[in-house]
Structures are given as structure tokens and as C-alpha cells.
């Protein structure tokens, strides 16, 4: 008798751990039911900017957490992406449960377009304001936008510390950084593009800086990989505007590459996640998103991810916080709002590009 | 071609049965492969959206928009010119060198030809690779020589930079055709010129080269026309200079509007077949020249091989220094860069050495899938490929009908598109034709874009094997009453079956180097290392690139070795 009632309890016990593993604390109580339908679909499609080696740690703590869903995790660059993404639906195939991309505007875009589920993620007030858009899409990581330098080529004083010094420093010896300085071609880059149109809100001395890098014949790539490597082996000196997440990863390992955050001002990327529409798995959709905004996901994209947490109650390596006690109130968060599709408008964009080039002069 | 085909043919027999049910069924699957896409971009090219945009609009904008853009002109300037150069380094060249090999006692020459084909089969993206980390601003090569010299005389990013290496490159392509019309040309007009006195350069000059004039004009059309489908080497190349050419510009498009703008990719792809189609028909022309005037031939069958002399060491010299500068060079340069961490000025090679790219490559699920598929694709992909091509040259085998001519230029035509675009159209076909979408994750979706853009060479391959088969040995078969689906199964194919073991081999061997039209099509369960190549090129992951990269070549080298071994032809 007494061993039944033991029995009994520990099975309620062990149904009450099931359930509270199933529905973390502070979530509604029904959330369970999203967890067993995320279940039933057993997979969760993402489709991500972010390479799957550099994901590897989120994909695999996710799958601990919930072993009956399976990630099936795309790495394209942004653009791929979104064609796909649009051709994707456009055929009705809806291929992405997730999207998740540096290309804040295009992602914006998608959403304004309808092509977002609207969620109310349990986790959506932990994330600051200006991160969550609509309940539809989220900014989740707080990527710092840097200066690099080739550490053997480039000492003392030539190492700019904010942004008028890069002006400064590139227009003043010019025969040395001839060939040498390099950026993001803007015309292939999204992301590199969404950076200058931010440096025109905040660096007054912008001309100055575009009038340098067509003085030093600058060199442009779509990636920063492409950057990086260059600048480590001293094919270039400088580069500018170079995603920092990556730049600080290769930099603690590469004792060829230094790194530098802008003293005057940082622009931050965030990457932005939402989920398809059309979603086949909108469930599991929904159980990833919530997993990557929760604490848990944020604490690993501050540490082994190495993309800085976006949650301000995040204790890790990279996170937000850090970064804004470095820096104070001089980082610049590029918000997840409307305001950053504006150069999506090709005649728009085309006239920028255009004073872009006007602005190198002579090349 | 099945037993049911066979019936079906033995039902009618007769050879001037024009359309039997399974040559109308190839024919109609050919066309639809070739065209489909195709018209697909035609069309894409006179909206002003993607095609499947609600919003889009039919009109000539995408048009209007690309002859207004400067960067277009300068592309197609730098086309032209990189196409012309090309052509004026890459044939003077590969004459010279087929004249070495096929008519000159230069020792050792036979151990050379493989080399000399090695970059006709090493994936351009890979050799411009190479290029860079070996002769690149702090490439080793260029390391060394300041070392040496205190400065290095080249620089790579540049236009003229681009030609030279882009000639010497395409060099192999007008060496097969040099070398084989050599070959059917007679050696006593030469001994001729020697015992008037001629040196073996005048010989060559005035002599045999002449007499190679067709075959000359062939593939000098044909290296101005593959100038046009550059696309790796001046992405590597020329990109971060800003130099742009119409295939890296048409890439470019990709994202300049901030969004895809397929409607000016589809219009730039429009004017490179506009340029390209003529010349792919005046190759055609030349190609029917350059057969009729290969047959003049010398009295006696034997060949004797011309005395160099001194010479030889200027003969020599140019072999050696062609097979270093496009194979040694950038070779080396990877598989050096494959394994150390860093590089540049001032790194010691040794303190970086690591296999860790190659730890990394053999532990990510894509990129085994990537070197998996690659090799699917070649051996059981290049098999198919070449039935489905036989299928086609049995289709318009010994009869001359306008299907046969049909089909004859149908062939022709995915020549033109450009490999990258050529994806993108199956893309959208796997895309929106509803019973292919279940396939276009798999690797099914790029092995058809590869066949359906190979199908010229392909067809070049197998007709030369076709042709080879005397009519009255299929006519013996005729006049004991068997159907023409017996006689291709019983005599012809039979009896072809080495040439399509070659082109299989030589299928792999394409397949393996092939990027460009996956790009495209590239998505988890269809990674082919090419295209894998163009993106991880992208991203900057360049230790993976190096890895791969090798791994390529030793796959391609693997065929290499196995096509000499069974003494295959490496030409068509």
C-alpha cells in the first residue's frame, strides 16, 4: 500500500519534471500544447546567413533540449536567401520555417510584405524595444560594425580610433595604404551598404572619408572573410566597416589581425529572425525562435556562437552590455523598423550608389 | 531504346520511317530541356519583376536599364578585350606547342601532353585560386622573389594580368584541335621545307601551320567565344579591383537594386547569347571546314618525325615554362595554402603548417556531401549522361532529315547561355514546374542543368564515335532485314563501346570541374564541390576553399590518370 502510494507520487512527480522541462518558467501554460505539436512536426527548416559551423553549438543545444525536433539548418549568404526565400513562396512551396539574416532590411521588407507569422514569443519583452518589430520579427544578436588593421604593417598613430581618424589617417599617406585600404563593395553587399547609409546619419566627415578611398584606390569584397584574409596576410592594410563578430573570432586567433571598435560611434547589426508564413513546421517555428531570444540560446550566442548577446540579462563573453559599458551611449543599434527598407527603392538606392561613386572621384 | 521501343520499331521497319515513337520522344525531351529554360530567361527578360511577381510588367525596361548603366559598356569592353587577348596568346601558343609535340623529336614530349591538358580540366575557379595564393600581392611566389630580388615584375588584379593567364589557360583547347589536324597531315611536305633548308621554327611557320589554317580559325573562334564565358577567374581576379567583364557584371546585378533584379540578369544574359549564338554557328561553319580539309593528305601514311637540333632547347623552354606558369604555379600555390593557418609577409610557413582545414571539411556534413555528390555526379551521373546523349546521337544517326538538322542545331544552343544563367533558369523550372519540384533538392536537379549545358560537347564526343562506324557495316545488318533499333543494338553500339567508355571518362572529367552552372541550384542534398567553391569564395572561408580545392584536383587527377591508363583520347 504505502509503496503504491510512493509509486504514485513519484509518478506525478515525474510527470510534473516532464512538464516543466516542456514549459520553461514564466511561459503560459499553454505553451506545452506548441511543444507536443512542435513534436509531431519534428523538424524545424531554418534558413541562415550565418555559416553552420558557427551554429553548430545553438543547433546542438537545441536538439538536447528537444531531441524530437530536428534542425535542418540552411547556410546561404543573405541575398541566396531572400531569392529563394520570395521564389520559395512565390511557387507555394514555402520552403523556411525560419529565416535568419544579417540583411536586416531585406528582412524588414519581408515582413512589411506579410510573408511573417505574428507571434507573441514568451520572450519578446526580454529583448529590447527597439529589437522587436510587430511581434514579427526579432533582432537577436548586437554585432558591432569595426575597424581592422594588419598589427605587423600598422602601428602607433596609424591606427585609427574612430572614424574621422580612418579619414584622416588614409588621406595623409596615401602612397602607404595605395591599394590597401578595403570595405564592402556596397553594390554586392546588403549589409555593407546598410552600414554607409548609417555613417551618413552620424559622421559628418563622411566625404572626407569617401574622398580617401578613392585617393588609395580602395579594394571592395562582398564578404568579410575575403576582408579579413587579406588584411592578415598584408594584402591590405585597413578595413573598414567590417562585421566585429567575425573580425574579433579570426583576431584571438590570428596574431596578424588587430581590431578596433570606433571610439566616436559603433553602428550595431542585429541579426533578424522570423518565421515563414507559410511555414510547413510553424510550431517547431515558433519553439526555435523562442529558444534563441531565451536566455539559454542568447547565453551561448554571447559565448561559443561569439555573436553578442542581444538580452541585457545575458552574462557571457560577447554580449550587448559589455559593449555598452565600453563604449556608453555611443553605440548605434541599426533598428529593426520600416525606416531601414527606405534604400530598397531601386531608383532610391541607385542614385545613392550613384553619389557614392561621385563621392571616390577619380579611381 | 527498350525492348518495347525495339517492338515497337521491328512493327515498322523501313529506314525512311522519319518519326518512330522513341525518336520523337527524344527529340521532344531534348527540345524541352534546352528550350524550356531558355525562353524562360527570354521571357524573364522583358518583364520588370520576377516573373512570378505579381507585380511585374511586360515591357523593355530591363533592357533600356542596362544600355543606360557604364558598368555595362565597361564589362563588355573588358570582355572584348580579355576575348581578343585570349584568343592572340592562347592560339599562336597551342599551334606552336602541337607542332612540338606531333611533328618534333623533343625528348620526353609524350610525358608533357598530360600536363599540357591538365588546366582544360581543372575547374578555372580553382587555378585563379591558385593563382592568387601563389603570384597574388603576397603570394608565395611573390614572397620569394622579393626575397630574391627585392620586388616581384607582375601584378595579378588587372586586365592584361587577367588576358595572359586566361590565354595561357585556354591554350589546351587549341592544342586538341592543332594536334589532331597535325596529326592527319602528311610529314613529307615538311621534309620537304627541311632539305630546302628550312629550321623547324620556319618549318612550322610556313609549312604546317598553314596547311592547319581551318582547324586554326576554329579554335581561335572558339577561345574568342569562351572569353565570354569567363566567370571564375575575373571573380577571383577581378572583382576587388572593381573590373568587371559581362559575366561577373550579370553576377553583380544579383544584388545592385538592394533586392534580385532577374529581369537585367535575364536582359544581360540576352546580349551575351546575342553575341555568343553566331559565334557558336560560325564555329559550326568552320567545324564542317575545318573536316573536309584535315583529309588532304600526304602520300604515305608514315610520319616522320622532324630533327630539332638546337632548337630543341628553345622547344623545350616554352613546354616547360607553359606547364609551370598554368599548372606548377598555381597547383602548388593551393595545396600550400591547404595546409598552413596564415600566410603573407613575414609568416613563417612552417610555425603555421596544420591539416585542420582538411579535419574541418571531412567533419561538416555539407562538404563531404559536396565531394560525394561530386563524385556521384561524375561517375553514375556522367554514365547517364552519356547513354542520354547516345540516345540522342542515335536519334539523328545516318539519316538526314529536317529533324536531324533540328536537333543538329537544338544541341548548339545551350552553348551560348552562360553557365551561371543556365542555372538559374533550372532553377526556376525545378522551382515552378510542378512535376520536377519534389527533385530540386536532390542532386538530380544539377546533374540535368549539367547535361543540358554540356550537350554540344557531349554530342561532339559521341557523333565522332558514330561517324567512326563505316555505313556498309550497318548496312550488311540492313540487308539481312534487321529493324534499325536492332541494328543500333546489335552492330552500332557494339561497336562503339569504347569511344563511349572515352566520353565517359572525358564527361567525368568536365562534370568534376563544372561550378558555375550550380551555383544557382546550390542547396543542402545538392552541394557540388564547384559551386561550394564559388560560395565559400565568397564568404572569405579561404583555408576550406584551398582544402576543397585540392580535393578537386585530385579527384579530376584520378580520371586523369584512368583515362591514360586506357590510353583514352583526352580530346574530342
Redesign the interface.
Known amino acids: 500500500m504505502r509503496k503504491d502510494v510512493i509509486a504514485a507520487g513519484l509518478a506525478v512527480l515525474a510527470a510534473a519534471g516532464a512538464a516543466f522541462a516542456q514549459v520553461p518558467p514564466g511561459y503560459p501554460a499553454d505553451y506545452a500544447q506548441v511543444v507536443a505539436a512542435a513534436r509531431k512536426e519534428g523538424k524545424v527548416v531554418v534558413y541562415s546567413a550565418l555559416?553552420?559551423?558557427a551554429a553548430q553549438p545553438l543547433i546542438r543545444d537545441f536538439n538536447a533540449l528537444y531531441p524530437d525536433i530536428k534542425v535542418?539548418y540552411?547556410?546561404?549568404?543573405s541575398?541566396?536567401l531572400?531569392?529563394?526565400f520570395?521564389?520559395?513562396v512565390?511557387?507555394g512551396?514555402g520552403g523556411a520555417d525560419v529565416m535568419w539574416s544579417s540583411a536586416m532590411?531585406?528582412q524588414v521588407?519581408l515582413v512589411d510584405e506579410g510573408k511573417a507569422l505574428s507571434y507573441k514569443s514568451p520572450e519578446g519583452a526580454k529583448i529590447p524595444s527597439w529589437a522587436n518589430y510587430k511581434d514579427q520579427a526579432w533582432g537577436t544578436t548586437y554585432e558591432p560594425a569595426v575597424f581592422i588593421y594588419n598589427k605587423?604593417?600598422v602601428t602607433g598613430d596609424e591606427i585609427p580610433q574612430d572614424h574621422a581618424g580612418f579619414a584622416k589617417v588614409i588621406n595623409s599617406k596615401v602612397d602607404k595604404f595605395k591599394g590597401k585600404v578595403?570595405t564592402y563593395?556596397i553594390?554586392?553587399?546588403?549589409v555593407g551598404?546598410m552600414f554607409v547609409v548609417q555613417d551618413t546619419k552620424y559622421f559628418p566627415g563622411i566625404k572626407d572619408l569617401e574622398r580617401g578611398f578613392g585617393a588609395t584606390s580602395y579594394?571592395?569584397?562582398?564578404?568579410?572573410?575575403?576582408?579579413?584574409?587579406?588584411v592578415?596576410?598584408?594584402?591590405h592594410l585597413l578595413g573598414y566597416n567590417v562585421l566585429g563578430s567575425y573580425a574579433l573570432v579570426r583576431a584571438k586567433?590570428?596574431p596578424?589581425l588587430g581590431v578596433v571598435l570606433p571610439k566616436d560611434y559603433t553602428l550595431v547589426l542585429s541579426r533578424v529572425m522570423f518565421i515563414g508564413k507559410q511555414a510547413k513546421n510553424p510550431n517547431a517555428a515558433k519553439v526555435f525562435v523562442d529558444y534563441i531570444l531565451s536566455q539559454r540560446g542568447q547565453k551561448l550566442i554571447g559565448s561559443d556562437v561569439e555573436l553578442f548577446a542581444v538580452r541585457d540579462d545575458v552574462e557571457a563573453e560577447y554580449t550587448a552590455a559589455k559593449l555598452k559599458q565600453q563604449l556608453g551611449s555611443n553605440v548605434k543599434p541599426i533598428p529593426v523598423s520600416s525606416e531601414i527598407t527606405e534604400?530598397?527603392d531601386?531608383k532610391k538606392?541607385?542614385d545613392f550608389?550613384g553619389q557614392w561613386k561621385a563621392g571616390l572621384g577619380t579611381? | 531504346m527498350s525492348a518495347t521501343a525495339a517492338g515497337a520499331l521491328r512493327a515498322r521497319p523501313g529506314p525512311l520511317s522519319a518519326l518512330t515513337p522513341w525518336r520523337a520522344l527524344t527529340i521532344l525531351v531534348t527540345a524541352a530541356a534546352v528550350l524550356g529554360p531558355l525562353s524562360l530567361i527570354l521571357y524573364q527578360s522583358f518583364l520588370t519583376a520576377?516573373f512570378?511577381?505579381p507585380a511585374k510588367q511586360v515591357g523593355i525596361g530591363a533592357y533600356e536599364f542596362v544600355f543606360a548603366d557604364s558598368d555595362f559598356w565597361k564589362a563588355l569592353g573588358n570582355s572584348l578585350v580579355i576575348s581578343t587577348g585570349m584568343t592572340l596568346i592562347a592560339v599562336p601558343l597551342g599551334a606552336l606547342l602541337a607542332f612540338v609535340m606531333e611533328r618534333t623529336d623533343l625528348p620526353g614530349k609524350r610525358w608533357f601532353e598530360p600536363l599540357i591538358l591538365v588546366p582544360s580540366f581543372v575547374s578555372p575557379m580553382v587555378l585563379s585560386f591558385g593563382f592568387v595564393v601563389a603570384a597574388?600581392?603576397?603570394g608565395f611566389y611573390t614572397v620569394w622573389a622579393q626575397e630574391l630580388f627585392g620586388g616581384a615584375p607582375w601584378t595579378l588584379y588587372t586586365v592584361p594580368a587577367m588576358t595572359v593567364i586566361a590565354g595561357l589557360t585556354h591554350v589546351p583547347n587549341v592544342y586538341v584541335y592543332a594536334s589532331a589536324a597535325l596529326k592527319s597531315l602528311g610529314s613529307d611536305v615538311e621534309e620537304a621545307a627541311r632539305i630546302a633548308g628550312a629550321s623547324p621554327f620556319r618549318v612550322a611557320m610556313s609549312v604546317s601551320l598553314p596547311l592547319i589554317m581551318p582547324s586554326l580559325l576554329f579554335s581561335a573562334v572558339l577561345v574568342f567565344f569562351l572569353g565570354f564565358e569567363l566567370f571564375g577567374l575575373p571573380l577571383v581576379l577581378g572583382?576587388?579591383?572593381?573590373i568587371l567583364v559581362l559575366s561577373t557584371y550579370l553576377y553583380?546585378l544579383?544584388?545592385?537594386?538592394?533586392?534580385?533584379?532577374y529581369h537585367l540578369m535575364a536582359a544581360v544574359a540576352m546580349c551575351i547569347v546575342a553575341i555568343t549564338f553566331p559565334l557558336v554557328l560560325l564555329q559550326r561553319y568552320l567545324l564542317q571546314g575545318a573536316r573536309k580539309y584535315a583529309t588532304i593528305k600526304g602520300k604515305a601514311g608514315r610520319m616522320k618525325e622532324l630533327p630539332l637540333g638546337p632548337w630543341a632547347w628553345f622547344a623545350a623552354a616554352l613546354l616547360a615554362f607553359f606547364v609551370f606558369v598554368t599548372v606548377i604555379v598555381p597547383v602548388s600555390g593551393i595545396a600550400l595554402r591547404a595546409f598552413v593557418?596564415?600566410?603573407?609577409?613575414?609568416?613563417n610557413l612552417s610555425e603555421a603548417l596544420t591539416l585542420d582545414s582538411f579535419r574541418?571539411v571531412f567533419h561538416?556534413p555539407?562538404h563531404t556531401r559536396a565531394i560525394w555528390n561530386t563524385v556521384l555526379i561524375g561517375t553514375v551521373g556522367g554514365a547517364l549522361t552519356v547513354a542520354c546523349y547516345t540516345a540522342i546521337g542515335f536519334a539523328s544517326h545516318r539519316r538526314n532529315d529536317g529533324w536531324s538538322r533540328f536537333l543538329d542545331y537544338l544541341v548548339l544552343v545551350p552553348r551560348a547561355v552562360p553557365g551561371l544563367l543556365a542555372g538559374l533558369a533550372f532553377?526556376?523550372v525545378f522551382?515552378?514546374f510542378p512535376p520536377l519540384?519534389p527533385l530540386r533538392t536532390t542532386i538530380f536537379s544539377v546533374w540535368l542543368a549539367y547535361s543540358v549545358v554540356w550537350l554540344a560537347y557531349g554530342m561532339r564526343l559521341i557523333s565522332s564515335s558514330l561517324m567512326q562506324v563505316s555505313p556498309e557495316l550497318e548496312e550488311a545488318g540492313r540487308s539481312v532485314g534487321a529493324s534499325r533499333g536492332v541494328i543500333s543494338r546489335r552492330i552500332t553500339l557494339p561497336l562503339i563501346r569504347a569511344g563511349l567508355m572515352g566520353s565517359w571518362l572525358l564527361v567525368f572529367m568536365i562534370f568534376e570541374r563544372e561550378y558555375s552552372t550550380a551555383v544557382?541550384l546550390?542547396?543542402?542534398g545538392t552541394e557540388v564541390i564547384g559551386a561550394q567553391l564559388v560560395?565559400l569564395?565568397?564568404?572569405?572561408?579561404?583555408d576550406i576553399v584551398a582544402a576543397l580545392s585540392l580535393i578537386n584536383i585530385i579527384l579530376v587527377g584520378i580520371g586523369l590518370a584512368i583515362a591514360l591508363r586506357f590510353g583514352v583520347k583526352l580530346r574530342d
Not at chain 2, 239 to 242: I, K, R, S, T, W
Open positions: 555559416d553552420t559551423k535542418e540552411n547556410d546561404m549568404n541575398t541566396e531572400y531569392n529563394r520570395i521564389a520559395e512565390a511557387s512551396q532590411d531585406l521588407k605587423r604593417l578595403t563593395d553594390e554586392k553587399s546588403g551598404f579594394k571592395v569584397y562582398s564578404s568579410t572573410g575575403n576582408m579579413l584574409e587579406k592578415s596576410s598584408g594584402e586567433k590570428d596578424n534604400y530598397l531601386s538606392r541607385l550608389l579611381r | 520576377p512570378f511577381d597574388g600581392p603576397v572583382d576587388p579591383e572593381g553583380k544579383t544584388n545592385k537594386l538592394g533586392t534580385p533584379s593557418t596564415n600566410w603573407g609577409f613575414g609568416v574541418f561538416e555539407t532553377l526556376w522551382l515552378f519540384t544557382y546550390l542547396a543542402p560560395s569564395w565568397q564568404g572569405g572561408a579561404i
